[in-house]
């Protein structure tokens, strides 16, 4: 129940929607395709200043709701019981950490909300993209297809950003900021640096201007990959559904938080045993 509440939570949990939305809104107005200079907005500044105030307060609305859902459900109200489900049932970060740890929530979020207000206006504006919304305009193998693909190269390339940021320069120098929490809790996804959180955001991005992409699986991939970003960073003990052999439980990010240079994988534990940075 809980991971079903978050799950739904964390659908607008990230501006990145906005450029979807964008894109929906102006098929369903029959100006995207049908005018071939495509849709000129009137006002550049206009439209980033709609796109900008929804995605501040869906971002910020989902990121208060979601974690301080599970952080009063398990730190408040199991506080007593945190055997059962605490990754770390005897360390807490301090007062402090905790405080820092929204803060940089806060500003990691206003990063990528501004920058994906940025791209909704541009796409709203008839700006340049491959992601297409009929599902006739590629074969179906393709639609099919894609699935995998977006997942393997979104987490592939997260693997390997993320190892690179364990790198001493930008280690020092940017992501130890998000590895001061030691007992990372669900605030802490989006407490990155400016600079780290912006080349994730890249990365993920970058099919959209890159190969056909269908909206429905870049949406619901980029949901998966929100809802176990907050899941990873609980603290909490979950583990994987059934169907999802390839996905780590909460303990094996919580692993990376306490002994720092192992377990850099988020979504498929498998780039660790290939490269062999697992926690053994
Ligand atoms: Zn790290
Ligand atoms: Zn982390």
């Not at 790198?167 to 802490?188: C, D, G, K």
Request: charged residues 10%.
């Amino acid at each position: 129940m809980d991971q079903l509440i978050v799950t739904l939570l964390s659908t607008f949990h990230n501006g990145q929607w906005l450029s979807i939305i964008a894109h929906v809104k102006n098929y369903y107005k029959k100006l995207y395709y049908d005018n071939p200079e495509r849709l000129k907005c009137a006002s550049f500044v206009q439209e980033f200043r709609s796109q900008l105030i929804w995605s501040f307060a869906i971002g910020y609305g989902i990121y208060f709701s979601c974690c301080g859902y599970l952080e009063w459900s398990y730190s408040v109200r199991r506080q007593s019981q945190t055997v059962e489900w605490k990754c770390q049932p005897n360390k807490w970060l301090t007062w402090q950490l905790y405080l820092d740890q929204i803060k940089w929530g806060v500003v990691g979020l206003a990063c990528t909300n501004i920058v994906s207000a940025l791209f909704a206006t541009n796409f709203t504006c008839g700006g340049y993209s491959t992601l297409y919304l009929e599902f006739n305009s590629y074969s179906w193998i393709w639609w099919i297809l894609q699935w995998p693909i977006i997942f393997l190269y979104q987490d592939y390339t997260t693997y390997w950003i993320h190892r690179m940021y364990h790198s001493r320069f930008l280690f020092v120098n940017f992501h130890y900021l998000h590895h001061r929490y030691y007992q990372p809790t669900s605030w802490s996804v989006t407490a990155l640096h400016p600079v780290e959180i912006l080349t994730l955001q890249a990365s993920s991005m970058l099919p959209v201007f890159v190969i056909p992409v269908h909206w429905l699986s870049f949406s619901l991939i980029i949901l998966y990959n929100y809802y176990h970003g907050i899941i990873q960073h609980s603290g909490i003990n979950l583990k994987p559904f059934w169907w999802q052999p390839w996905q780590p439980d909460v303990m094996f990010h919580d692993l990376h938080h306490k002994y720092v240079n192992v377990n850099f994988g988020f979504n498929c534990y498998i780039w660790d045993q290939i490269h062999d940075s697992i926690k053994k």
